[in-house]
């Protein structure tokens, strides 16, 4: 990784360090995330249950992005690597599979993972959202499952998506957003913006963001029904589905 950490940077990779070590899901059940009940129970079937359950996400970016077997998949923030393994699936050994993330022990956990299911199309890769070590035009989906969030420079993670995508390439991702401002009552602090709280950016901002970056066709969508009602109260996270294109 090329860049110095913000203190952002630091707390929330110490926050997913302490998970890896525990083999916890990522989020508490004050958080954003609820494991792998975000996934059809058919994706998951086949995969050992400690991986399985080991999720870092808010939504199920694998079934949104309605991956092809050949394409290759940039996922952002893989943490233990459920995303990624699930990606590999479906592309298939013509395909590839790329997982970034910050943390030492989750990419450690993953790469164990990966030898255990002898996931030969998968790697990880560390490095930071904002300056992705990948090349650029060089993948076809970047997914992402509740880590955009966590970052302190949406702006410059969807430059790094744009950058990567090949012309026609496709943004499948979970996110938490909010409508409106935060919510005074929603707390601010460092350990509220590692449990995908205090850094969800407004739909309209998620939205401009991405287009300013270049992309179109963008939407920012809620997941579901609680998620719908959610939607409509000011300053309230939600959990979002959310897509784009690159021309």
């Not at 110095?4 to 989020?27: L, Q, W």
């Not at 995330?33 to 400690?50: A, N, R």
């Not at 090949?166 to 409106?180: C, M, P």
């Not at 407004?202 to 300013?212: A, I, P, R």
Request: with cysteine; aromatic share 4%.
């Amino acid at each position: 990784m090329t860049q110095s950490p913000t203190p952002i940077h630091t707390v929330v990779r110490e926050h997913y360090a302490e998970r890896a070590r525990a083999s916890d899901s990522c989020c508490g059940p004050s958080d954003c995330c609820s494991g792998s009940t975000q996934y059809d129970e058919k994706l998951i079937t086949d995969l050992p249950t400690e991986i399985a359950n080991f999720s870092l996400g808010c939504g199920d970016p694998i079934t949104l992005a309605t991956l092809q077997p050949g394409e290759t998949v940039l996922d952002l923030g893989s943490g233990g690597g459920l995303d990624c393994f699930l990606a590999a699936k479906q592309v298939g050994a013509s395909g590839r599979v790329i997982g970034v993330d910050m943390t030492p022990e989750m990419l450690e956990k993953a790469r164990a993972n990966a030898t255990r299911l002898n996931a030969g199309n998968v790697e990880f890769r560390e490095g930071y959202l904002e300056n992705l070590p990948v090349d650029d035009s060089s993948v076809d989906v970047v997914i992402s499952n509740c880590v955009i969030n966590l970052s302190p420079d949406k702006p410059k993670v969807f430059r790094e998506i744009f950058r990567t995508l090949k012309s026609g390439g496709r943004v499948a991702v979970s996110d938490i957003v909010t409508k409106g401002p935060m919510a005074p009552l929603v707390a601010k602090g460092m350990e509220s913006w590692a449990a995908c709280v205090a850094g969800a950016l407004d739909v309209k901002e998620y939205t401009q963001g991405l287009s300013d970056a270049g992309f179109g066709d963008v939407s920012v969508q809620p997941k579901g029904n609680s998620d719908k009602a959610l939607s409509v109260l000011p300053g309230v996270p939600f959990s979002a589905v959310v897509t784009a294109r690159k021309p």
